[in-house]
């Protein structure tokens, strides 16, 4: 046998570290994705002719579909093997994004924002599992999560200067046109690189079909109901008809994930007041997060004139926040101090950036008002993210701890989709009742409803941070233990990597790095003996079961 490297002169180290590189490329073309179109958006509605009221769509039907889809996602991988499933993922992201370049109007937009969700929902968990299977050594390992987390805590602020700059000076249409030919040569590159993981016919489960389809429709149409208040009102029967099938159908979902094996989400996970806690704060985090990254995105542009390249720029404080704050207070206090210490003053510091925000008029100054506001907003966040992700894997069964850390995801898309919706709805309505009684035709008056609606949007924001923040103190009772990991992962250096995987999180970015708070690490030690043993004893019973896919993968 000969001694020469595999062709192309790669050893079999460097193969894995060029499979980082596959993968890293991928995550951060997940992450980007929703800021650079941010920062595109004005553009792109003046082009096709969006309303205000449809404007939040092109966000919403990423998210919605991003964070609907994620468990099964993880589970089709599972299922099919995360490299077959990846590569497909990249392949339907790069003809998704082609679609939505091409746009010929609204519809033609949204649909393509919601499919390139559906894949990214493919491409997420099979990344992370494909990244924990190929570094197996401790020291490997936490360098590769380092790097991973590097990369999603990066790719929000890249996606905020790339967006401006191609906007700027190429077209809107570019942000999504870029990803295309990326997608391709990473597929191909995947392709040759990951190692296969096809698990056999006869270890699979079935599908949790009817879970995703009563969660996802029922999410969908609670959102489209919320949406159509704008032109309807609140007491239009499609609107009320909307939100009412969209309750049922979740009211359904929870009866039909309660007797079903193989759930998508066992509701186990979610029934445990600090996992429960932890998924509610991030997901009314996010409707503040992300209702507030869009009118800001308008404010910045519209009312005062910056060009989209130093609109990225505006936010890089913001997000600069949230990575020193996640990183240096909330990574060195949460296993120091109670859980809900950290999130419940999290949320009430990104509270006060909100209200500091409702200030805003169309004469304030960015340094004066709009930076403390991003700021205070982007410390609390910081401080709410990284003990949620850790909470959201404690004390899980193994087999169970990808399926709890793509819960804390889909709370955070389903979050952002809802808050978008709603929060867009109140500001659209806000300045049409605001111009009615005025000279609308008058471009400062015209300036001022909109402002006004920011303001009143943002003030509805600021409440619904407030009640989370008294949800977190109330629910969330976990206080760290003696040589207690992060995530419920060993202490040492990959688990240090792991939780700063997590902490690079943050808005528009990564949901998926909450699933980097080591699943796989945890899923190499879920056939151990001990794992099952009296020993465990803590453990729900329910969460005991033989999973052969969780053993399998």
């Keep these: 046998m000969s001694s020469q490297p595999p062709p192309g002169g790669r050893t079999a180290d460097s193969r894995r570290w060029w499979a980082l590189a596959v993968i890293a490329i991928a995550q951060l073309m997940i992450v980007l994705d929703i800021t650079i179109v941010n920062i595109a958006l004005p553009s792109a509605q003046t082009d096709l002719g969006i309303s205000d009221a449809d404007r939040q769509w092109v ?80 020291k490997e390992r936490s360098t590769a999560f380092g790097i991973f987390g590097a990369i999603a805590g990066g790719g929000a602020a890249i996606g905020l200067i790339s967006g401006g700059l191609l906007t700027e000076y ?44 009563l969660g996802c429709g029922g999410l969908l149409a609670i959102v489209y109901g919320t949406s159509e208040a704008v032109n309807r009102g609140w007491g239009d029967w499609l609107v009320l008809g909307s939100l009412c099938l969209g309750v049922l159908m979740l009211l359904v979902f929870v009866l039909v994930e309660k007797r079903n094996p193989h759930a998508l989400l066992p509701l186990h996970i979610v029934a445990e007041r600090n996992r429960g806690g932890g998924a509610l704060s991030v997901g009314l985090a996010m409707i503040g997060m992300f209702g507030v990254f869009l009118f800001l995105t308008y404010y910045l542009q519209i009312i005062k004139g910056y060009s989209p390249v130093m609109t990225g720029v505006a936010f890089l404080p913001m997000t600069g926040a949230i990575v020193l704050s996640s990183t240096g207070i909330a990574a060195r206090l949460m296993t120091r101090v109670p859980s809900r210490n950290l999130i419940a ?59 709890a850390a793509a819960t804390i995801n889909s709370a955070q898309q389903v979050g952002g989709s809802f808050g978008t919706a709603l929060l867009n709805t109140i500001a659209a309505s806000v300045t049409a009742t605001y111009l009615a009684s005025r000279v609308a035709t008058d471009p400062l008056v015209q300036a001022q ?105």
């Design 170 to 213: 190429l077209n809107w249409r570019w942000c999504l046109f870029v990803n295309t030919p990326i997608a391709i040569v990473t597929a191909i590159a995947a392709f040759y690189l990951l190692v296969p993981d096809h698990i056999a016919k006869g270890r699979r489960v079935k599908l949790d079909l009817p879970g995703a389809f």
């Design 449 to 553: 409803g909109a402002v006004h609606g920011y303001a009143v949007a943002t003030t509805v924001a600021m409440v619904i941070l407030l009640a989370a923040a008294l949800i977190a103190f109330l629910m969330i009772n976990h206080r760290p233990a003696p040589g207690e990991a992060t995530g419920g992962a060993p202490a040492g250096p990959g688990a240090e990597a792991d939780a700063g995987a997590a902490a690079g999180r943050q808005p528009q970015p990564d949901p998926h790095v909450a699933r980097a708070a080591n699943p796989e690490a945890a899923r190499s030690r879920a056939d151990a003996p001990a794992a099952d043993s009296p020993a465990a004893g803590s453990r729900r019973p329910d969460t005991l079961n033989p999973d052969p896919l969780r053993s399998e993968s």
């Design 345 to 403: 003053t999290g949320l009430l510091l990104a509270a006060g950036g909100l209200a500091v925000l409702t200030q805003i008029t169309v004469t304030s100054a960015y340094v004066a008002t709009v930076l403390p506001g991003e700021l205070l907003l982007g410390f609390g966040m910081g401080m709410v993210f990284m003990p949620s992700m850790s909470l959201a894997t404690l004390n899980v069964a193994p087999r169970e701890t990808g399926a």
């Design 59 to 138: 966000i919403t039907a990423y998210t919605l579909a991003f964070g609907g889809l994620l468990l099964l996602g993880g589970r089709l991988g599972d299922l099919f093997g995360r490299k077959r499933v990846f590569v497909i993922g990249l392949l339907g992201f790069a003809a998704a994004s082609a679609l939505g370049g091409g746009a010929q109007g609204p519809t033609m937009l949204f649909a393509a924002r919601a499919l390139q969700g559906a894949f990214g929902a493919l491409l997420a968990p099979s990344a992370l599992g494909l990244l924990s299977t190929t570094f197996s050594d401790p």
